[in-house]
């Protein structure tokens, strides 16, 4: 395909905000271990980059993927992996699934805010002993009148230590394990919600990851994306 003048002004548009917001912290984020993640998606927000292909009526700018392709090259500049790692998720990983499943509440109450840059979000999908093997997850979502009552952990959740929800892959019967997981966004300030320390990596520093446990950890249904069984 050829690139037009519009996805070229994105591309300037990217690599101007790594130059000037990114590639000047690099060494110091990665040695902390973490970066200032609500101000720099703030700021990504107020451009319109974490909205790139989302729908205009959530605040997205409803262009096509080859828009995220370019962006996601320029972000490739950057001089360290876990910034760009940390926008990927946000935009790639946990918002997806809301803006091509969710329900208008769902858009409204976390996809608006995590394209506008005034939520961070982080994907939960991976546990101790089911990471390739995803089939093998343990954690369960188990009905309780209009609720879930989650129980179990999720590891190596990037961004997690400061996001505000997760988009999270649960166990919602003991159908087969393809039948059985459906996505539910899970605000991280609900009670019973802990963390392990942040995991101290070798790379991608300045991104955080943390284990997540969750003990009785009780959302309404209505906050699952999709149907019943139609998360894996
Ligand atoms: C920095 C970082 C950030 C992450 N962020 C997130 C996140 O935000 N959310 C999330 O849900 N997860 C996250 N993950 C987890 C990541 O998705 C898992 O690490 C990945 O799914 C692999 O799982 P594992 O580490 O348990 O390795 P394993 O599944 O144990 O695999 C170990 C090795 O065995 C190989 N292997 C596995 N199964 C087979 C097979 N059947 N045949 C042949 N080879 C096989 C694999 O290729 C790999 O080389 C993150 C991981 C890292 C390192």
């Given at each position: 395909m050829k690139f037009t003048a519009e996805h070229e002004a994105l591309r300037k548009t990217v690599r101007d905000f790594v130059e000037k917001e990114i590639n000047p912290h690099c060494d110091e984020w990665e040695e902390a271990g973490e970066f200032p993640i609500h101000d720099i998606f703030k700021k990504l927000g107020n451009l319109g980059l974490l909205g790139i292909q989302k729908p205009e009526e959530y605040g997205g700018m409803g262009l096509?993927?080859?828009?995220?392709?370019?962006?996601?090259?320029?972000?490739?500049?950057?001089?360290?992996?876990?910034?760009?790692?940390?926008?990927?998720?946000?935009?790639?990983?946990?918002?997806?699934?809301?803006?091509?499943?969710?329900?208008?509440?769902?858009?409204?109450?976390?996809?608006?805010?995590?394209?506008?840059?005034?939520?961070?979000?982080?994907?939960?999908?991976?546990?101790?002993?089911?990471?390739?093997?995803?089939?093998?997850?343990?954690t369960t979502a188990k009905q309780d009148g209009d609720d879930y009552v989650i129980n179990g952990s999720k590891m190596w959740i990037t961004n997690s230590p400061k996001a505000d929800f997760i988009c999270l892959l649960a166990n919602t019967s003991d159908d087969k394990p393809h039948k059985n997981k459906s996505l539910i966004v899970v605000p991280m300030n609900t009670p019973g919600i802990s963390f392990s320390p942040h995991l101290n990596k070798l790379g991608m520093r300045s991104s955080e990851t943390a284990q997540i446990f969750f003990d009785d950890v009780r959302v309404p249904q209505r906050y699952r994306i999709g149907a019943e069984g139609t998360g894996s």
């Open positions: 096509d993927y080859s828009y995220n392709l370019v962006a996601a090259e320029e972000l490739g500049t950057a001089h360290c992996g876990g910034v760009p790692l940390a926008i990927g998720v946000q935009t790639d990983m946990c918002t997806p699934a809301i803006s091509r499943f969710g329900s208008d509440e769902l858009k409204r109450t976390f996809l608006a805010p995590a394209i506008a840059g005034d939520m961070v979000g982080c994907i939960g999908v991976s546990e101790v002993a089911a990471g390739s093997d995803v089939a093998g997850m343990k």
